[in-house]
């Protein structure tokens, strides 16, 4: 590396300022970087229009000189990116990766004469740089106290956005603001719709040992990064080399165009390891009955994690073709107040009315894979002292699919309390994600670090939770949530939702929805392993005739088409299933009723029948939750459908090839 590094320097005499365009494939991004006075900033725009203007790049390091002034170019190469490559679960089976390239080597003038590189790559749908540090004779190791780097977008332009550094973590719900509000952190993706007509979303890719990214506007009206910090206040400890995650600004022509960018997933690496293993899946839970107070998760009269009822619930996956059972409350740990057991959790002990011998062999005898549980209460000690054991007792038992929690507002680590979004925490997840490669354990994580496409490197990683989901119903949703994540939480990857809740009117928990936008969650929130979230009489016993499209739908996909979309308002996107020539189309609106008129020239030649799943006329998310209409016809790409949303519903249809 340092030879390299010499031989740079003996290529050509160093430039002090420079500026150079790179353009994307088809020549409608353009990015700008130049060296003005020492410093490096970048610009970027689409067909001429500006997008962000003239941004600083640079890092403060504790201890240490910043690393942003006095800078020079000693060299630059330039690279071109086209090739396609298959998801094994995913939106899209194959995702084309085209972009150009253009790495700056820059060193310091003078002081210490350090070296880092700017690595930038242009898309047709966007543009992404890091920063990228060697090891160097006098400077082997680093400690970031801020990270420089600033989104100069125009501030009159509207974000939408969730808080950050709050007990929650993501789950809270957005709102709509102003750029020039931002003042306080946010989390990315960070969506924003430009005075220039086109919406852009602020995220990062391949986040590895380093603190996540919010962002929020600094004194001189630029967005700049704010990276989560660790309890003594640094953002990040690294040995060189280092390269940082990935700054992402995603553009679409409108907010429909960037619910398919798929830069997020393209930043990140092949998998090194044969994940050929790795497949999704669809389950149950005994889960929402606790949510609902028909059973506890803690040991007692109504305990719910039994042996009985597990085996009650695998007989109703076999009747109702789910393929997989997750079972909560298992094992020791939740009698009592369990979110402060987290230090004593034991992760592979049952309780004594739960026999996992014979729940595993049931499930195994009948074809049904169980989903295991472990929830931490963020007590990672506690957990990573564990963890090898725990996933290796599931192992034993042929369980291949683990959801992990982390509820409560802190990580707790030798005593110490941090975020989930720190360092420490993005460290955990990711030594969690790798040692269940290791035992072919597939991963649905709750409380989780943000997605940013590390599933292309680890397709074990199949889903994660990240925002609010159908816990939070009863109140704290609204029917327009779920048509504001597809343009922002669904940007960064998929989501368990916990959908397909047909018990839609109990006081406890009641839902904002109707029957038939419980249908439509399996299409327009994508999820490498999608929850059949309700108790199975519900399915049987409340509308079978609409549970049979839960049962018909895929959880992999093989292309994904936005049809129509406003954020907030309303979202609907056609999915082909990735086994046959089936397409699926599901649709939400808010608060609002929506009559829309799709065009079918997505599908393929020949005639389908179209199962069509929607709400009454007279439904609604609060009067009239269950009255839903099922209706066939038979349709070709020439067709169009006249489809009706009530207030807070939607619908789902399933186009069958004939």
Known sequence: MFKFFKWLFSRKKPLLEYQEQVSSPDGRVVLNTMLKNGQIFYAVYKDGKVL????????????DDPLYNGLMLVRKMDRTMDDT???MVGEDRMIRNNYNEVALYLSESGGKKRLFTMRFRVFNDGVAFRYEIPPQPEFQRLVVADELTEFRVDTNGYAWHIPA????????????????ELINSVHTPLTIETPAGYVISLHEAALYNYG??????????????????????AKAYVELPFNTPWRVVMIGDTALGLTTNRMILNLNDPPKDDFSWVKPLKFMGIWWAMYVGEWT?????????TTEHAKEYIDACKRLGIGGLLVEGWNNGWTGDWLKNGPTNDFTHPVEGFDMEKVASYASKNGIELVGHHETVGYVDNYEKQLEAAYQYYANYNIHYVKPGYAGAWMTIQGRKEYHHSQVGVLHYQKALELASKYQIMLDVHEPIKGTGLERTWPNLLTREGARGQEYEGGALSPSHATILPFTRLLSGGMDYTSGIFDVTNGTKRIATTIARQLAYYVTIYSGM??????????EEVNPEAYQFIRDVPVNWDKTV????????????????????????????????????LNLDFLGDGIYEAQIYRDSDDAHFRENQLAIEIE??????????????????GFAVRLKKV
Do not use: C
């Not at 962000?52 to 201890?63: A, E, F, Q």
């Not at 929850?531 to 009489?537: C, F, G, Y």
């Open 530 to 539: 999608q929850m059949a979230a309700d108790r199975p009489r519900f399915y």
């Open 212 to 233: 996540s990214m919010t962002v929020r506007l600094n004194q001189n009206d630029a967005l700049v990064s704010d990276i989560t910090p660790l309890s003594d206040g």
């Open 562 to 597: 936005p049809i129509l979309g406003q954020i907030g308002q309303y979202y609907i996107v056609a999915r082909k299933d990735r086994d046959s020539e089936d397409w699926y189309v599901g649709g939400v609106t808010n608060e609002e009723g929506h009559r829309v008129r």
């Open 297 to 305: 998760w803690a040991e007692g009269p109504r305990h719910g994690a």
């Open 85 to 87: 490559w298959e998801t």
């Open 52 to 63: 962000v203007r003239d941004s600083h790049l640079g890092l403060n390091l504790r201890g």
């Open 165 to 180: 550094y709050q007990p929650d973590r993501y789950e809270y719900n957005y709102e709509r603001s102003p750029v020039y």
């Open 632 to 649: 066939s016809r038979k349709v070709g790409k020439m067709d169009n459908l006249d489809l009706w949303m009530a207030p807070g519903g």
